[in-house]
């Protein structure tokens, strides 16, 4: 039986071979191919990732199902082939690289943040970090960013890995502030040293997610949820609405990744 997915990252793997299900969840599933190499499927409506397929939801509960069955699952050149599914490509696959740019002003965001209570993961609440002094670790964070928005090498191997979760809350920080470097057009990333590369290997660091979406980030590639975002920061959408959607990500990431773009945006504005 043939069926499509709705969207597949430009990104994404094509390391084709036996699929191992890494991760199993209500709205993605995580698969590793033989080179190590993570695919993950979305549900519809809950994004897309530089390594990510999005899929329609009663083709997401079959797949669940039959990987619950440890039934092979297989990536081929023309899709993911699983029991008598096969689950092909679209015609076209999206291009996640960040495309907008701009300015961020720090003020209006900050009115924004400070009616947002949400918790982050390691901090507290977003409402008080950016109405109050910062935390050492978030200072030590700013000032690597400063560092190397000035052309040095920055280590980031004692910040990444701390935090609960697939995507602990420090490396969501981190992320963060790389979309607010690669969306302001003050900042040329490609004149700036590898964000990484002083850093030790980032799978000795975190986790297998993380890893993944900060590679992809460090190049200036982001998932759907922050595309969006980064169309409310160039003002095509409201920007409580896009400060809400994204607090719905994960236990704490979303507002994890709230907290790397104001610290971002407040770095980039003192620089610049």
């Given at each position: 039986m043939q069926r499509s997915a709705l969207a597949v990252s430009r990104h994404s793997?094509?390391?084709y071979g036996i699929l191992q299900c890494v991760g199993h969840f209500r709205n993605a599933i995580?698969?590793?191919?033989?080179?190590?190499?993570?695919?993950?499927?979305?549900?519809?409506?809950?994004?897309?990732?530089?390594?990510?397929?999005?899929?329609a939801d009663d083709d997401f509960d079959d797949i669940s199902d039959e990987l619950a069955q440890s039934a092979r699952c297989e990536l081929t050149p023309q899709g993911i082939v699983l029991a008598e599914m096969c689950l092909?490509?679209?015609?076209?696959?999206?291009?996640?690289?960040?495309?907008?740019?701009?300015?961020?002003?720090?003020?209006?965001?900050?009115?924004v943040l400070a009616a947002a209570p949400a918790e982050t993961g390691l901090?507290?609440?977003?409402?008080?970090?950016v109405s109050q002094p910062a935390d050492a670790?978030?200072?030590?964070?700013?000032?690597?960013?400063s560092d190397?928005?000035?052309?040095?090498?920055?280590?980031w191997s004692h910040v990444l890995g701390k935090g609960p979760g697939?995507?602990?809350?420090?490396?969501?920080?981190?992320?963060?502030?790389l979309l607010c470097a690669w969306f302001d057009r003050r900042i040329d990333v490609t004149r700036r040293p590898a964000f990484f590369a002083a850093s030790r290997p980032l799978d000795e660091l975190t986790t297998l997610i993380s890893v993944n979406y900060l590679r992809f980030a460090a190049r200036g590639i982001f998932a759907t949820p922050l595309q969006r975002f980064a169309a409310a920061l160039s003002g095509e959408r409201p920007l409580s609405a896009a400060v809400s959607e994204l607090q719905e990500i994960g236990h704490?990431?979303?507002?994890?990744?709230?907290?790397?773009?104001?610290?971002?945006?407040?770095?980039?504005?003192?620089?610049?």
């Open positions: 793997t094509v390391d995580n698969l590793l191919t033989p080179g190590q190499q993570l695919l993950t499927l979305h549900r519809e409506g809950r994004g897309l990732s530089p390594m990510g397929w999005e899929i092909c490509l679209p015609e076209r696959r999206t291009d996640l690289h960040l495309s907008r740019t701009g300015q961020i002003a720090t003020a209006p965001l900050e009115v901090f507290g609440r977003l409402d008080r970090i670790e978030i200072r030590l964070m700013q000032q690597l960013f190397w928005l000035q052309g040095e090498f920055v280590d697939l995507t602990p809350g420090n490396d969501d920080t981190v992320l963060g502030m704490s990431s979303g507002t994890d990744t709230l907290l790397g773009i104001w610290s971002g945006a407040r770095v980039i504005n003192r620089l610049y």
